[in-house]
């Protein structure tokens, strides 16, 4: 069965960076694209990137453009997302997510049909 | 960005009650419209994409419709395990964005 899991929870320092990983089994992890998403206490959900893992093109929201690195390491099924100059607004629950596609005629769809557990990063002084 | 604007915020409802959430769109996406359902601590989960077609092992009492800009999510007959929030997610154009969700509480 397809799982996502993440690593654990990161308590960190305003300024300093935080890497999250997100480990996939169950599936052909090259023929994916992952997401990352984010989650601010008692908020909405967050897009931050994606990273197509078989070739690892990128792509990330304008606002986390300087600060986020998204990479994958197709030999451990693993992509990771690194944001870095930490701030308090960061301190979120971070979720990888996997995009599928459904193909009606002509019209692509892409939803988020599996997700991590999340990890925690606090960012506090 | 496109924004998504779901309504109510929150709703309280009864277990066999029919209920129905909205969202809205700042501009036309057709029917690239998703639903999900996030319980306290979990992850989100899928329930429709593409506006109405249910995710595979989604009781068919979630019934989702609409296009363009205007979109539904219907609980037939909500059972006590609906009582979750509940987010639309656009995929027509980057970036993605969510609504700000809708919690479902128990009357």
């Known amino acids: 069965q397809v799982q996502l899991v993440q690593s654990g929870t990161e308590v960190k320092n305003p300024g300093a960076s935080v890497k999250v990983s997100c480990e996939a089994s169950?599936?052909?992890?090259?023929?994916?694209?992952l997401h990352w998403v984010r989650q601010a206490p008692g908020q909405s959900l967050e897009w931050m990137g994606w990273i197509t893992a078989g070739n690892g093109n990128t792509k990330s929201s304008q606002k986390f453009q300087g600060r986020i690195t998204i990479t994958s390491d197709t030999s451990a099924n693993t992509a990771y997302m690194e944001l870095s100059s930490l701030k308090s607004e960061d301190t979120a629950v971070y979720y990888c997510a996997r995009v599928a596609i459904t193909i009606f005629g002509e019209v692509i769809h892409r939803y988020f049909d599996y997700w991590g557990q999340g990890t925690l990063v606090s960012v506090s002084s | 960005d496109i924004q998504m604007t779901q309504s109510p915020s929150s709703l309280s409802a009864s277990v066999g009650d029919r209920v129905t959430i909205t969202c809205r769109a700042s501009?036309?996406?057709?029917?690239?419209l998703n639903w999900y359902q996030q319980k306290p601590g979990k992850a989100p989960k899928l329930l429709m994409f593409?506006?109405?077609s249910l995710q595979s092992g989604v009781p068919s009492r979630f019934i989702g419709s609409g296009s363009g800009t205007d979109f539904t999510l219907t609980i037939s007959s909500l059972q006590p395990e609906d009582f979750a929030t509940y987010y639309c997610?656009?995929?027509?154009?980057?970036?993605?964005?969510f609504g700000q969700g809708t919690r479902l509480e128990i009357k």
């Open positions: 169950g599936y052909s992890f090259t023929n994916y694209a």
């Open positions: 501009q036309s996406i057709s029917i690239y």
């Open positions: 997610q656009q995929s027509n154009t980057a970036p993605i964005t």
């Open positions: 593409a506006a109405s």
